[in-house]
């Protein structure tokens, strides 16, 4: 067993892993982060996105022992201290961008990346960028609504209102 | 008017966990003492199993028990059931092989259960797994559907030739003639795909044991806690049905494929009483998901259809083979019977319509309901096949379907295959998609298209769906083995907030928010009020579960009549505090009134009254608390168009879906939101079906499309934005809200409408998955090998 330690979530956090232990299995076993999904066995789904160090990486594609010293924000982390919504998070409410929820928080930590890195992306960007995360419910059609909606809000512009 | 009622797009209650990370999911549930099962499962297609040798894995970390079908024959557990009967045409019972826990004397596909491990941390029970020694002796499989009948290989000893059922429905004599006199006869041969559910939770279970109360807790990823509850307990005989509770929390989507009652769940709650009563806690990794989910549709079928010189049309005769797998799965022998045959009228008139199904054994994976179940299939063949015939009699397909539509002044609608269709309006939702689609204009497109060296094609489907499933004496006398009623239960609080109890179980469709859009509606309370509870068996009413397309239809209506108890209810107890006729007091918008007078009652009074009933009618019981339960007098019958238009590069073979177009006739809608969400979500789900997903099996048996690297889903960038309508509906005349019910209607529709535009576009058939590699082929006239 290793000792690892990492800031998550703006905490310090430490634990005994395996070495074949993967950072989604540290979050949700260990320290009880269950937010973070496991959809899959191949690195496909991207139901267990979390951000390292400021950008999204697939949790179940890391060892616990890679993310040692790392700061990691998980879609528990995602909304202010006040409960106040992330911008990417509101927006996914507004334009009913989730049905069942399970894949929902690896989506919105996927795209805040994006819009981290694109603030202003098209469609055809934002459907490209989702390439790593499959949605079994909403056809994506009201992901990417609420991403682009998202993406006008952080710039400052008027948010789309819901039809 | 209340805020957020009926029509409203009122926000998900159940988003603000979703979005956060605090949904509960049954993997995110963790109990004091908890260890973990793994499955060992046979890496074989067809085998006898010799022996588990469980002496191999003794001394191996962590090990606390391994159990194999021994141990389940000991304790003289019974088997997996299918619910649904059905004859063959000599009237004959179908054939069912014995469908065991974890696998008797042989195995029957790759994924079969064969034992379980359980120990203190899951990796233990995986390395252990991995080491539990098997010994198998192979045995030949019979892997393809067209090979089952006359394989030398049989899947149960005692089904011969692997046939299950030869059943049929309809006129054999009438449709003969008609088509002996017909002017022109559409023939086409196709294959349904078969396809995995793939919902992005993996299955998963928790069974625990009690030994205080003696009684069993088993958290699963059910779409109906109650059906698993009376499974297990009078089938399975695990514990009487008082003793077990079963606990649907969080489900991560289902699309039918958690409707059924699996070995895995059974197993685990079972062995906990093995293991001390400590949770035993199960989670499918998605390979395993893959090989042991049951899986959809597979059918293959030759179809032909009858025109007359005016282009009627007179006669539909269908042939369809269905594949079943390995043992057959809790509705399995419904979705190739029930939900297909009954379907073959469409939207048309066609006086005489037959169809017999032959439904058998192979050494796959089971096969049972996959979103639409029965419907898509039906919908595909019929739509595919109008789109052909309008083609080869020289008909615009438009013109052609609006021509044989059942018109709207036909309802109700006895069709020769069963089902009484109560209202619709084919012509309208043709119309408005036609219109949103601007067909008139497509010739413009396609010619721009040809410049630029691509093929552009249209494709029109005009399907029908049979929802709300099921009105019991219907369906009991065509072999249910329950009826498919559903019930409710509202009550008040002394401070006027509510809680409704509902025995259907969301899996995605957010039911906490339509049944409370219903119930503020009806009862004149704030949205924000009232708290839906569902999915645990302790807590809920007896209820069927979510799948059909049923939970607003049958299980909302079951909450509106107990919303229209305590209303009953509630005016008796007004015309007591307000001193005047019960007859007299009106209820609207939460106030109860002496009619043609400003002397009225608040809900919140009237409740409070009931609870402390210091001034209270003599007769009357205190407080306010309604339960109701409703069977419906017949099936829903959504109905409508998608019109979808496709390029393809005929240098590759890619396909891209340039438009797609839905106008759907639901009846009523609760909220057009989730309506609209889910119609997104089955298009894609159609659209996966007919240009990417399919589960192939080698010769041997072996799925070769066992994960996300080999089995194609639908990614964001496969799929367009949509152009969803709900508008124009007629409202659906058995139940009181007029609604129909929306989850399937995308993925029962779209298939033949992408089908059909390609097919407009490169000028010859294509089957589904129409993939790069097929359509190219089709294309140059080359039939390609086995992939």
Not at chain 1, 55 to 82: P, W
Not at chain 2, 98 to 105: D, K, M, R, S, V
Request: proline fraction near 4%; charged fraction near 20%; glycine fraction near 10%.
């Amino acid at each position: 067993m290793t000792k690892v330690s990492m800031t998550i979530n703006g905490k310090e956090m430490s634990g005994e892993v395996e070495g074949r232990t993967l950072l989604v299995d540290f979050l949700r076993q260990n320290l009880g982060l269950t937010g973070t999904h496991v959809g899959c066995d191949t690195s496909q789904c991207g139901c267990c996105v979390v951000h390292v160090d400021g950008r999204s990486v697939k949790a179940c594609t890391m060892l616990a022992v890679q993310a040692n010293g790392s700061k990691v924000t998980t879609i528990e982390g995602l909304a202010a201290a006040d409960g106040a919504l992330h911008p990417v998070q509101a927006a996914f409410r507004e334009h009913h961008g989730l049905q069942c929820g399970f894949c929902t928080p690896g989506m919105i930590m996927s795209a805040v990346d994006l819009l981290q890195h694109n603030a202003n992306p098209t469609e055809h960007e934002v459907r490209e960028w989702l390439e790593g995360n499959i949605c079994r419910c909403t056809g994506y059609h009201n992901i990417v609504k609420a991403i682009l909606a998202a993406a006008e809000s952080m710039r400052g512009g008027v948010a789309h209102a819901a039809e | 008017m209340v805020a957020n009622g009926i029509g409203a797009r009122a926000l998900r209650k159940e988003d603000q966990r979703f979005i956060t990370g605090k949904g509960r999911y049954t993997d995110d549930i963790n109990q004091h003492g908890q260890a973990f099962a793994v499955f060992v499962r046979s890496p074989h297609a067809h085998a006898k199993l010799v022996a588990v040798d469980k002496a191999s894995v003794a001394g191996m970390p962590g090990v606390l028990a391994v159990l194999d079908g021994t141990d389940v024959a000991a304790d003289g557990l019974g088997n997996l059931i299918c619910g649904w009967l059905v004859k063959s045409k000599d009237g004959s019972p179908m054939k069912m092989g014995a469908h065991p826990l974890l696998a008797q004397g042989k195995v029957r596909y790759v994924g079969d259960r064969v034992a379980v491990v359980i120990a203190e941390t899951y990796a233990q029970a995986r390395d252990a797994a991995e080491a539990l020694a098997v010994d198998y002796a192979e045995l030949p499989a019979t892997v393809a559907l067209a090979d089952a009948h006359g394989s030398s290989t049989l899947v149960h000893d005692e089904v011969e030739n692997n046939l299950i059922f030869d059943w049929e429905l309809g006129d054999k004599a009438a449709v003969d003639a008609a088509m002996a006199s017909a002017a022109h006869v559409t023939r086409i041969d196709l294959v349904n795909n078969r396809l995995v559910p793939n919902a992005m939770e993996p299955r998963a279970a928790i069974g625990s044991y009690d030994s205080g109360l003696d009684q069993f807790t088993c958290y699963v990823t059910s779409q109906n806690p109650h059906v698993h509850r009376l499974v297990m307990s009078a089938f399975i005989q695990i514990a009487p049905e008082h003793k077990l509770r079963v606990i649907g929390p969080d489900v991560g989507g289902g699309f039918g494929s958690k409707i059924f009652i699996y070995g895995e769940e059974c197993v685990v709650t079972w062995a906990s009483k093995k293991v001390g009563g400590r949770p035993v806690k199960w989670v499918a990794e998605r390979s395993e998901s893959f090989l042991s989910d049951a899986h959809g549709r597979d059918h293959i079928s030759h179809a032909e259809l009858a025109i007359d010189a005016e282009g009627n049309t007179t006669a539909l005769r269908v042939n369809t083979k269905a594949n079943i797998g390995a043992y057959m799965s809790t509705f399995s022998s419904c979705v190739p019977t029930y939900l297909y045959g009954t379907l073959l009228a469409g939207q048309y008139k066609t006086p005489a319509i037959y169809c017999d199904v032959q439904a058998y054994y192979t050494n796959t994976a089971p096969v049972d309901a996959y979103r639409g179940a029965g419907r898509p299939e039906a919908s595909f063949l019929l739509e595919t096949l109008y789109e052909q015939a309008a083609k080869e009699i020289g008909k615009d397909p438009a013109e052609f379907r609006r021509q044989n539509f059942i018109p709207k002044d036909a309802f109700p609608y006895q069709t020769p295959v069963a089902l009484i269709y109560d209202v619709g309006d084919y012509a309208t939702t043709l119309d408005r998609a036609l219109e949103l689609a601007d067909y008139a204009g497509f010739k413009a497109r396609k010619a721009e298209a040809e410049k630029r060296g691509m093929r552009r094609g249209i494709g029109i489907s005009c399907y029908i769906e049979a929802c709300g499933i099921a009105p019991s004496a219907v369906v009991g006398s065509l072999g249910a083995g329950v009826g498919l009623w559903e019930s409710a239960k509202v009550r008040f609080s002394h401070t006027g907030k509510v809680q409704v109890m509902t025995g259907t179980h969301s899996h995605g469709q957010g039911h906490e928010t339509t049944f409370s859009q219903l119930v503020a509606d009806k009862l004149g309370i704030p949205y924000e009020d009232i708290e839906v509870i569902h999915g645990d068996t302790e807590k809920t009413p007896v209820g069927m579960g979510t799948y059909g397309s049923r939970s607003l239809a049958v299980g909302g209506e079951a909450i509106a009549k107990s919303c229209d108890k305590l209303i009953a209810k509630g005016k008796k107890i007004a015309a007591h505090l307000l001193e005047a006729s019960e007859a007299d007091i009106e209820f609207k918008d939460g106030q109860f009134t002496v009619a043609g007078t400003d002397r009225a009652k608040a809900m919140g009074e009237v409740v409070f009254a009931a609870y402390v009933p210091h001034n209270y009618p003599a007769d009357l019981e205190p407080g306010m608390e309604e339960g109701a339960f409703f069977d419906p007098p017949n099936f829903t019958f959504p109905a409508g168009t998608y019109v979808c238009e496709v390029e393809v590069d005929p240098e590759t073979g890619v396909v891209r879906i340039e438009r797609l177009v839905a106008v759907d006739d639901f009846g009523n809608v609760i909220n057009p939101n989730i309506v609209e969400g889910q119609v997104h979500g089955g298009l894609t789900q159609g659209i996966g079906q007919a240009l990417l997903e399919s589960a192939i099996y080698d010769g041997a048996g072996q799925l070769l499309t066992g994960s996300y690297m080999d089995y194609a889903m639908p990614r964001a960038d496969d799929v367009p934005s949509f152009e969803v309508e709900t508008a124009a509906g007629t409202a659906c005349t058995s139940n009181s809200m007029g609604v129909k019910g929306c989850g399937e209607a995308g993925a029962i529709g779209s298939p033949p409408a992408v089908i059909n535009a390609i097919i407009d576009a490169i000028g010859v058939r294509v089957e589904m998955p129409a993939t790069p590699q097929r359509v190219w082929a089709a294309m140059q006239g080359l039939a390609l090998a086995a992939e």
